[in-house]
């Protein structure tokens, strides 16, 4: 089995903390904005595939987060 030592621990959290976290929240924050633009009634409706793409990549990176969460603690 691997062993992880503390500089490798150190550097796994903060990859977390600055790649995927900011990258899931700010998908997540840009679909959000989409639906409300969407729900506001405007008079021209414009499809986008974005917000499939902003929620799956939110589940995406938020299950890579918790599952890597694990080994650095």
Known sequence: MY???????????????FLFIP???GGLYLALDRIDVYLSFPDVFVFSSFIIYGFTLFL?????????TYPIF
């Open 60 to 68: 995406i990176i938020f299950t890579l987060v918790f599952v890597s």
């Open 3 to 17: 062993n992880l030592t503390l500089k490798t621990r150190i550097s796994m959290f903060f990859g977390i903390l």
């Open 23 to 25: 990258l899931g929240l």
